[in-house]
C-alpha cells in the first residue's frame, strides 16, 4: 500500500470502542482496532473471539464493545466456528437470501494460549479447509488472563508463574514455537507475521491483504502486554522496535507459498537490548547467568538465518 495515509486511517470509526476493560497500554487492544481499521467502509465483519483477556474483558453481556457481529468461543473452536458461519452465509448468498451487494468478513481472534496450543487443531482445520477468513493470533506469550502461565509462545527463559525463575530454575526451558512458518506449511493463500512498528503501515497492509485476500489466511501479530512483561506501559512502541531491530520477532509474508522479508535492520542490535527492558527477563542481566544470554542470541541469529534462507530460496 504505497498511498498509505496514516491520517485518514487512524481517522476511521473504531470497531473496537472505547468503554472495555482491557488494561491501559495493552498491546491486544492497539493491535486489534489496528486490524479491524483495515476493513473497508460499507463492509460488515463477524467476529469470533477465543477466550482471553480480550474477550473477557470486551464483551461482559449483556455489555459489548464490538460494533460488528460477535461471537465468544471456548478456545477449541474459535477456528471451527468461523468456518461455520462463513460456509452458511456462502449457503444464503446462493439462495439469494442476503443481497448480491451485502459484503461480509469473517475475522477470529485468539491469543497465543488459545492457538498456539488449544485451539490449534481448530485453526488447523480451517485453514487446511481454506474457508475465506482471517485468524488473528494476538501473540502476548503466556496465558495472560488467568494470570502469566507459560504457553508454547513463551520465549525461552521468561519468567512465568508456571516457569517460576528461582534458585533452581532460569524460567521456560524450551524455545517458543514458530506457528507462522506452521501455519505457512498449510499452503495458504496468505500469512504473515507483524507487530505494532513502522508507524502502524505494516500491520495495515497486511491485516487488509488478509481480510481481501480470498481463502484462509493468518496473522501472528506480537501484542505486549505491560503486566506480564514487566515494563512501563509508555515503553510499548520502543519494544515493539526492539523486537524487529534484534530481528526476535522478524517482519515477513507468505504470500501464495513466496516467502518475503519485509523489513531488515540496517543494524542488527544485539537480543540485550529487547530483553533488558523486560521484568521477565531481568534475571538473565545477573552475573554468571552470561550464557543464558549467548543461548537466547544464538537461538535468534538461528532462527533469522533460517527465514532469510527462505526469503532468498524465493528470489
Ligand atoms: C479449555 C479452557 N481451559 C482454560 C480456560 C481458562 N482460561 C481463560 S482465559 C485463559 C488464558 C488465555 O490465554 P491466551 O489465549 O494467551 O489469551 P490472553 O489471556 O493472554 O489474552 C485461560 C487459561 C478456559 N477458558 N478454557
Ligand atoms: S493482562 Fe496483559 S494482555 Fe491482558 S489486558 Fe492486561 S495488558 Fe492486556
Ligand atoms: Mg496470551
Known amino acids: 500500500m504505497n498511498n498509505l495515509n496514516l491520517k485518514e486511517i487512524m481517522n476511521k470509526p473504531e470497531r473496537l470502542a472505547p468503554g472495555h476493560r482491557m488494561c491501559a497500554g495493552c498491546g491486544?487492544?492497539?493491535?486489534?482496532?489496528a486490524v479491524l481499521r483495515a476493513l473497508h467502509e460499507g463492509d460488515?465483519?463477524?467476529?469470533?473471539?477465543?477466550?482471553?483477556?480480550?474477550?473477557?474483558?470486551?464483551?461482559?453481556?449483556p455489555y459489548?464493545?464490538?460494533?460488528?457481529?460477535?461471537?465468544?468461543?471456548a478456545f477449541e473452536n474459535a477456528g471451527a466456528t468461523l468456518s461455520g458461519v462463513e460456509t452458511?452465509?456462502?449457503?444464503?448468498?446462493?439462495?439469494?437470501?442476503?443481497?448480491?451487494?451485502?459484503?461480509y468478513k469473517f475475522i477470529t481472534f485468539g491469543g497465543d494460549g488459545g492457538t498456539y496450543d488449544i485451539g490449534f487443531q481448530s485453526l488447523s482445520g480451517a485453514m487446511e479447509r481454506n474457508h475465506d477468513m482471517v485468524y488473528v493470533c494476538y501473540d502476548n506469550g503466556a496465558y495472560m488472563n488467568t494470570g502469566i502461565q507459560r504457553s508454547s509462545a513463551t520465549p525461552m527463559y521468561a519468567d512465568t508463574t508456571t516457569t517460576p525463575v528461582?534458585?533452581?530454575?532460569?524460567?521456560?526451558?524450551?524455545?517458543?514455537?514458530?506457528?507462522?512458518?506452521?501455519?505457512?506449511e498449510h499452503d495458504v493463500p496468505y500469512v504473515a507475521q507483524t507487530t505494532l512498528t513502522t508507524d502502524f503501515k505494516d500491520l495495515h497492509r497486511k491485516s487488509e491483504k488478509a481480510i481481501y485476500t480470498e481463502g484462509a489466511c493468518f496473522l501472528n501479530m506480537m501484542a505486549p502486554?505491560?503486566?506480564g512483561w514487566q515494563y512501563d506501559t509508555s515503553?510499548?512502541?520502543?519494544?515493539?522496535k526492539l523486537a524487529v531491530d534484534t530481528c526476535y520477532w522478524p517482519l515477513f509474508e507468505v504470500d501464495h507459498g513466496k516467502w518475503i522479508l519485509n523489513y531488515e535492520p540496517k543494524k542488527k542490535l544485539p537480543i540485550e537490548d529487547f530483553l533488558r527492558e523486560q521484568g521477565r527477563f531481568k534475571h538473565l542481566?545477573?552475573?554468571?547467568?552470561?550464557?543464558?544470554?549467548?543461548?537466547?542470541?544464538?537461538?535468534?541469529?538461528?532462527?533469522?538465518e533460517n527465514l532469510l534462507y527462505r526469503c532468498a530460496r524465493e528470489d
Not at 491486544?28 to 482496532?33: C, E, K, L, P
Not at 452458511?88 to 459484503?103: F, M, Q, R, T
Not at 542481566?285 to 532462527?303: A, Y
Open 44 to 61: 460488515y465483519a463477524v467476529i469470533g473471539n477465543a477466550t482471553g483477556c480480550l474477550e473477557v474483558s470486551t464483551y461482559m453481556y
Open 28 to 33: 491486544a487492544t492497539i493491535g486489534v482496532r
Open 225 to 227: 502486554c505491560p503486566r
Open 235 to 240: 515503553e510499548i512502541m520502543k519494544i515493539c
Open 166 to 184: 528461582g534458585s533452581q530454575s532460569n524460567g521456560k526451558m524450551q524455545n517458543r514455537k514458530d506457528l507462522a512458518a506452521i501455519i505457512a
Open 64 to 73: 459489548t464493545a464490538w460494533e460488528d457481529s460477535y461471537i465468544h468461543n
Open 285 to 304: 542481566f545477573k552475573k554468571g547467568n552470561e550464557d543464558l544470554l549467548v543461548q537466547f542470541q544464538q537461538e535468534v541469529d538461528r532462527r533469522w
Open 88 to 103: 452458511a452465509y456462502k449457503a444464503l448468498k446462493k439462495k439469494g437470501k442476503i443481497p448480491e451487494d451485502v459484503n
